[in-house]
């Protein structure tokens, strides 16, 4: 169950996104827009800040179908980013939480839970990459307006995948930063081990959001934790329990 992946790319591989203000605001009427185009003019608007700091509280549920109790789990991220590459993510919550640093050459992930940490290169230009798969992104739907955390935004709907495997998604979006308030996903039918399903739930909220900040370059470089021991080459580990 890949969460970080989900979570992690809708914060810096793709959580580093939002409108931008050439965005039309929604009129009454739902109407849908290409999913490329959307998604291209959202990380476009990322794309234009030097820097970037947020925090980003997750919260997920995984309720079996067979009744029993749901499983929830809270995260919470810390995000810093400077650009073209060089980002900080600092995770708490299950799994003792952890950390993910790219110092612009080398991107490393230390897990507190194990003691240990990997290192890959790192991204070269984090942008370019989303963009390029910007194509192939599914269309969304601009339904409408939202105050989410005491912002009006315009709300995204979409979803990916067929039947009960599919996930909706809905994105709120700042009318006036541009920025993304909240995301949320929803899926009805998760396998799971040995047999098991699960209903998801999932919701992201980005606060305390800044454009430009001054970022001290000493985040971006990462020293490993006494004692910490260095993955095998070709595996690293995850930061949040949910694989990387």
Same mark, same amino acid.
């Given at each position: 169950?890949?969460?970080?992946?989900? *979570?992690?790319?809708?914060?810096?591989?793709?959580?580093?996104?939002?409108?931008?203000?050439?965005?039309?605001?929604?009129?009454?009427?739902?109407?849908?827009?290409?999913?490329? *185009?959307?998604?291209?003019?959202?990380?476009?608007?990322?794309?234009?800040?030097?820097?970037?700091?947020?925090?980003?509280?997750?919260?997920?549920? %995984?309720?079996?179908?067979?009744?029993?109790?749901?499983?929830?789990?809270?995260?919470?991220?810390?995000?810093?980013?400077?650009?073209?590459?060089?980002?900080?993510?600092?995770?708490?919550?299950?799994?003792?939480?952890?950390?993910?640093?790219?110092?612009?050459?080398?991107?490393?992930?230390?897990?507190?839970?194990?003691?240990?940490?990997?290192?890959?290169?790192?991204?070269?230009?984090?942008?370019?990459? %989303?963009?390029?798969?910007?194509?192939?992104?599914?269309?969304?739907?601009?339904?409408?307006?939202?105050?989410?955390?005491?912002?009006?935004?315009?709300?995204?709907?979409?979803? *990916?995948?067929?039947?009960?495997?599919?996930?909706?998604?809905?994105?709120?979006?700042?009318?006036?930063?541009?920025?993304?308030?909240?995301?949320?996903?929803?899926?009805?039918?998760?396998?799971?081990?040995?047999?098991?399903?699960?209903? %998801?739930?999932?919701?992201?909220?980005?606060?305390?959001?800044?454009?430009?900040?001054?970022? *001290?370059?000493?985040?971006?470089?990462?020293?490993?934790?006494?004692?910490?021991?260095?993955?095998?080459?070709?595996?690293?580990?995850?930061?949040?329990?949910?694989?990387?």
């Amino acid at each position: 169950m890949n969460y970080q992946r989900l *979570s992690i790319a809708l914060v810096l591989t793709a959580v580093l996104i939002g409108s931008g203000c050439c965005l039309a605001s929604p009129s009454s009427a739902p109407h849908s827009s290409r999913g490329s *185009s959307v998604y291209s003019r959202l990380i476009a608007r990322y794309h234009s800040l030097n820097t970037y700091s947020a925090i980003i509280r997750s919260h997920v549920v %995984l309720q079996p179908v067979n009744g029993s109790q749901p499983n929830t789990v809270d995260t919470t991220l810390t995000v810093f980013y400077k650009s073209p590459n060089l980002f900080r993510i600092e995770a708490q919550g299950l799994m003792g939480g952890g950390l993910r640093v790219s110092d612009g050459t080398t991107l490393y992930t230390y897990s507190a839970m194990l003691n240990q940490y990997g290192a890959e290169a790192a991204p070269h230009d984090l942008f370019s990459q %989303l963009m390029s798969g910007a194509s192939t992104a599914p269309t969304l739907s601009a339904v409408g307006n939202a105050v989410v955390n005491g912002a009006l935004t315009t709300e995204y709907m979409g979803q *990916s995948g067929k039947g009960s495997a599919g996930r909706k998604f809905v994105i709120y979006i700042n009318q006036a930063s541009g920025l993304i308030e909240r995301i949320t996903i929803k899926q009805s039918s998760l396998p799971g081990p040995q047999g098991a399903a699960f209903r %998801l739930s999932l919701q992201e909220d980005y606060l305390s959001q800044k454009q430009n900040p001054p970022i *001290s370059a000493g985040l971006f470089h990462f020293t490993p934790p006494s004692g910490a021991q260095k993955a095998q080459s070709g595996e690293m580990p995850s930061i949040t329990g949910f694989g990387q």
